[in-house]
């Protein structure tokens, strides 16, 4: 017995040795995986306030997120009255992990319209609401019980084209754990948040999973564990292969007019939430602007490239959900701005990838530091070329 507890002291000993040395070499090479994010009762995620670490699945950068949860400077709630505050709202293309703070298109936005005076008198604050995965029906959520008290000026609403439709529809979007609108049978909005109150979603918050991941957020090793699970799960589940020429995760169905029900319905869902933002956004105070963002296949360099995809899309051009989003902006008086073609020029004329980083596929995924910072560059300029902006007051019906 005795010399069975000792071969087993000696083991565990051995383990314990072999794992620290297993830390050290990950802490040496900046081989990290944090769990950046959580699950959230109301937004289905957020971001875990407090966290920091090296990002390096696509592009590479350490990142922190604030004490309130987001990737942004610390800001505090009440707003200074010499400053001008835009909130930006999105998805991954926003939150912008792929990238240092200092070059995500939000951080370069302040700097840009501080520059050009777009306010006078007034300094400029840009905070990042921006979370992985969120769709409109969450970035509304966020703006109407958290961003709304930061009393912005602006509210900027980045829409990314590839996943928000899918995002917005219960019938399209396979995460189900997430609040969704849907119409009622009078054709209304109504927010549906049964998510949170799901045997899955319970789950995903137990106790218990809340303790492990906080004994795992002090060690590489088990966030790097976890980090090729979750990777070989996506695998086994399809989700790590191109869809239909284009990316990881995107669609193919927005760059043309909807084909089906759901998709009809998915853009239906999709405008009746940016006109309800539309409204909150007066009722906080400030003003939205609607802001496209690109897809790598629309920005690639070469133009055989995308001859090839919108032919084999039967598209005549990419720019389908820009133009119909612009159309429908003008219609409702919303500002917007659709910046894809003029980023497609650049790219093309520079021979630039504006998507996708070195340790990742060049010409999709995320904005890198080339994209973001032609991204601030567009829409400062626009922003400070009409700084007044005011939208335009309803006409009366006329007497008959």
């Not at 399209?172 to 997430?178: I, P, W, Y």
Request: hydrophobic residues 45%; positive net charge; aromatic residues 8%.
């Amino acid at each position: 017995m005795k010399r069975m507890l000792k071969n087993l002291g000696v083991t565990l000993a051995a383990l314990l040795v072999a794992l620290a040395l297993c830390e050290i070499i990950l802490w040496a090479m900046k081989i990290d995986n944090p769990q950046f994010w959580r699950p959230d009762p109301r937004l289905g995620m957020r971001l875990r306030a407090g966290v920091e670490g090296w990002q390096t699945r696509e592009g590479r950068a350490y990142v922190r997120i604030n004490s309130k949860g987001l990737r942004n400077e610390e800001r505090a709630l009440e707003k200074p009255r010499d400053v001008y505050r835009i909130a930006v709202l999105g998805d991954s293309s926003v939150e912008s992990l792929q990238v240092d703070l200092k070059d995500t298109f939000p951080y370069l936005l302040g700097q840009k319209l501080s520059e050009c005076r777009f306010q006078a008198g007034k300094r400029i604050e840009v905070i990042n609401f921006g979370v992985a995965g969120f769709g409109t029906a969450q970035e509304y959520v966020l703006l109407e019980t958290e961003a709304g008290a930061y009393r912005p000026d602006l509210v900027m609403l980045a829409f990314s084209y590839g996943s928000d439709l899918r995002n917005n529809s219960r019938v399209l979007e396979t995460e189900r754990m997430r609040p969704f609108f849907v119409l009622d049978a009078a054709g209304r909005l109504v927010l549906d948040e049964s998510f949170s109150e799901s045997d899955e979603f319970k789950r995903r918050t137990a106790p218990w999973r809340t303790l492990a991941w906080d004994i795992a957020g002090h060690s590489r090793l088990l966030r790097l564990l976890n980090f090729l699970r979750v990777s070989m799960e996506a695998r086994a589940a399809g989700e790590g292969g191109a869809a239909a020429g284009l990316e990881s995760g995107v669609d193919d169905a927005f760059l043309a007019p909807p084909k089906n029900q759901a998709w009809r319905d998915a853009w239906t869902i999709t405008e009746a939430i940016i006109l309800k933002m539309d409204d909150l956004t007066s009722r906080i105070g400030g003003k939205l602007m609607l802001v496209g963002l690109s897809m790598g296949i629309q920005v690639h360099p070469d133009p055989g490239f995308r001859a090839a995809l919108e032919k084999k899309l039967g598209v005549g051009d990419l720019f389908y959900p820009d133009t119909r989003l612009a159309e429908f902006a003008r219609k409702h008086d919303i500002r917007a701005l659709m910046p894809a073609a003029e980023m497609q020029r650049f790219a093309e004329t520079h021979r630039a990838f504006l998507h996708g980083f070195k340790n990742a596929n060049l010409g999709s995924g995320h904005w890198n530091e080339a994209g973001h910072r032609l991204a601030a560059e567009i829409i400062s300029r626009d922003l400070c070329a009409n700084p007044l902006w005011v939208k335009p007051a309803l006409q009366p019906a006329p007497r008959g």
